[in-house]
């Protein structure tokens, strides 16, 4: 047990590539699975549930389940992004929205049964396409190479580029966006006439 991991940490620093993780060694398919699955799920709840908050929700779940994807496949910063823009700030507005609707005039609403069965149509067309360019692309059958390591630092370079060279734009998007804050919580604090 000891020898193993001697040699492991040897073989690690003689061929600094041995250290590297493959991105299949990273998360495990069942890990993969269970993420995308989840993404999925939640993908349908958000169409499916009636209460706007409750698709909200499941949607804020469908987004974590996405950056679990990007974080197995090395892009950190986009798995962070993911989670900060869409499962934070968008998620945000979209509760602001949902707080200005009149939910009671909603919940009365009957299902348009022509409309969904235009709409489970249209799925169905859309996934019969799908799965016949699938079927029919010979490179969409065979598994794409790994991507090449990064040697750079992508969020430190990201980090410089947003807060040297475009400091002023950015500045003035976090007052628009707190403005508009503010104008939404006022708006939905007026009573309706």
């Known amino acids: 047990m000891q020898d193993d991991r001697v040699s492991g940490v040897w073989d690690s620093m003689c061929n600094p590539q041995s250290a590297i993780r493959s991105p299949q060694s990273i998360m495990s398919p069942l890990l993969f699975w269970t993420f995308a699955l989840l993404m999925l799920v939640f993908g349908v709840a958000v169409v499916a549930n009636r209460n706007p908050v409750a698709s909200a929700l499941s949607l804020v ?58 709409g489970i149509t249209v799925a169905l067309a859309l996934l019969a396409q799908i799965l016949y360019v699938i079927r029919n692309l010979k490179s969409a059958q065979q598994a794409f190479p790994p991507l090449a390591r990064s040697t750079f630092d992508d969020v430190r370079n990201v980090g410089l580029l947003l807060f040297g060279s475009y400091n002023l734009p950015f500045q003035i998007i976090g007052v628009l966006v707190l403005v508009a804050t503010i104008g939404v919580v006022l708006l939905s604090k007026r009573e309706p006439r």
Not at 76 to 98: D, E, K, R, S, T
Not at 110 to 116: F, G, K, M, P
């Open 61 to 118: 779940v469908s987004f974590l389940g996405l950056a679990a994807l990007f974080m197995s496949l090395d892009a950190y910063f986009i798995g962070i992004i993911q989670v900060l823009v869409y499962a934070g700030a968008v998620m945000v507005l979209f509760l602001f929205i949902i707080m200005l609707l009149d939910l009671r005039a909603q919940e009365g609403r009957q299902i348009s049964w022509l409309a969904l069965i235009g």
